[in-house]
């Protein structure tokens, strides 16, 4: 697309540095201007209508048309549009927005901290965990551990968790508090013969070498995402979740969930920690919170870490720590009034029912001569794309089949994300059974010409 001098591409070109965007590609191809959005479709300035197969980033669980929404932007902004909630001050969206995820997250999470965004939010639990651990006079129990392949934000200490090369590479990311250990993916880790069991038993085994090699007086915290999203859509290994925290719980590491892409029925319950037996000190939440119609995400703890802070505040003075649209009040307005929406509609149900036929459809895929594996729940789901079905052998140059099918699936009329050369698939919770098989349809169209390119030798168009 060469952008005509003073349409909106150009303008953008001139001014806007993009995320995960090569700047000088950006600069010679141009952008697509998405114009509107209804339901789980967007459309862009030339009218061509996509299904928007990823909800944006992972978020938008309502669609791109929820009035009720709108409304309720509306109305608080015109009651109250903005007050902070630092030096003893609150607002009632905050409060309520607070009590109802106390309420609805699984037990043992009792207070809430709220931010902007994920990155801040996991920011903010690193800062907690130090602080606590100052607190209970524990001052070199500070690292973290995480895991390769895991996203947690793009922030300094969100982006040192972060288990991806680019996010790190060119930012002198990590710092030195992060470790990370290996991805749980059983096609890729796991070794020849080894069950899901022994994979899990193999990787709580080397978090455990990990911690004695660091020195459990210096470890502080566990973080991952039970269902694993950027990095793929990594199911865990059977058993994996229960074998980790319990390493964790003896030698007294606090296990921190990041639910930001799975909290809120996206893989098919309310939380993910439900299905995998987590109970975690920490969990955080964000994206389909408000469907991403506003910036939120919440920091959910436990009595025993907010009791540790709030002694900590006491001896110091203050928590010294918070953004000035923390709990903002037209974000909690509109967080309620979504979650409001989720459980009348009853999404999470819809999501693990429409779900399971997105997954079947996929799964159909599985014999084609470049898929892989065909892996997810709920709604979401990956379609990993290899060179060589017998020996999982990656592409000559990985990334690039994965980029023709994203954007050949623009003119297919279908938004998905290529991660390398996995497909992800994580549509707007209100998706219909049809609208799925329409999705399925259009993704083959894509897969169909993706084959044919590769068998051409993959020219450049
Ligand atoms: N954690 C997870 C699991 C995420 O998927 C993301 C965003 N994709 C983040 C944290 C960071 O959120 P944000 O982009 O809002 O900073």
């Known amino acids: 697309m060469t952008a005509h001098p003073n349409s909106l591409a150009a303008r953008d070109i001139a001014y806007h540095l993009h995320p995960y965007t ?5 600069e010679r191809q141009g952008p697509i201007v998405i114009d509107r959005g209804e339901g789980i479709y967007v459309y862009d300035d030339q009218g061509h209508q996509m299904i928007e197969a990823m909800a944006g980033l992972w978020s938008v669980a309502l669609g791109f048309g929820e009035s009720r929404l709108v409304e309720a932007a509306a109305k608080q902004m015109s009651r109250l549009p ?45 800062k907690m965990v130090w602080y606590y651990n100052n607190s209970l006079n524990r001052p ?19 982006g040192s968790l972060t288990g991806l090369q680019v996010n790190q590479k060119g930012f002198d990311l990590p710092l030195d508090f992060a470790r990370h250990v ?41 973080i991952g995402e039970p269902v694993m999203g950027a990095g793929g859509v990594l199911v865990p290994p059977a058993g994996y979740w229960e074998k980790v925290q319990a390493v964790c719980r003896k030698y007294d590491v606090l296990v921190v969930a990041d639910e930001v892409i799975n909290g809120f029925g996206r893989t098919g319950t309310m939380f993910a920690c439900e299905q995998f037996g987590i109970k975690p000190d920490i969990l955080v ?3 389909q919170i408000t469907s991403s119609y506003l910036p939120l995400a919440a920091v959910v703890i436990s009595d025993q870490v907010y009791q ?23 974000s909690t307005a509109v967080g309620l009034e979504n979650l409001k929406i989720i459980e009348e509609r009853d999404l999470v149900a819809n999501g693990a029912r429409v779900g399971e036929r997105l997954g079947k459809g996929l799964k159909a895929l599985a014999d084609h001569p470049l898929v892989g594996e065909v892996r997810g729940l709920g709604l979401i789901w990956a379609v990993e794309l290899v060179a060589d079905k017998a020996t999982k052998a990656t592409f000559e140059t990985p990334g690039k089949l994965g980029t023709y099918i994203f954007e050949r699936g623009h003119e297919h009329g279908i938004i998905i994300r290529a991660i390398r050369d ?40």
């Open 182 to 222: 290996t991805c749980p993916h059983h096609y890729r880790f796991a070794n020849p013969g080894e069950s899901e069991e022994q994979f899990a038993t193999r990787l709580a085994e080397e978090l455990e070498a990990t911690i004695l090699a660091e020195g459990p007086e210096t470890v502080a915290a566990f």
């Open 308 to 330: 540790g802070i709030a002694d900590e505040t006491e001896r110091l003075g203050t928590f010294g720590h918070g953004y000035t649209a923390t709990a903002h009040p037209v």
């Open 422 to 461: 996995t497909i992800a698939f994580c549509p707007p919770m209100i998706i219909t059974e049809e609208e799925v098989d329409e999705l399925l349809r259009r993704f083959e169209l894509t897969l169909a010409d993706a084959t044919e390119w590769l068998a051409k030798g993959m020219p450049a168009a």
């Open 82 to 126: 903005y007050y902070h909630s630092f030096s003893h001050k609150t607002h009632e969206p905050g409060v309520e927005l607070a009590e109802k995820l106390v309420k609805m997250t699984p037990d043992g999470l009792d207070h809430v901290f709220f931010t902007n965004s994920g990155s801040e939010a996991n920011d903010t639990v690193v």
């Open 140 to 158: 070199e129990k500070k690292k973290f551990i995480a895991r390769n392949g895991g996203y947690h934000g793009i922030t300094v200490a969100a």
């Open 22 to 26: 090569n700047a000088r590609r950006h």
């Open 285 to 287: 939440l964000s994206k």
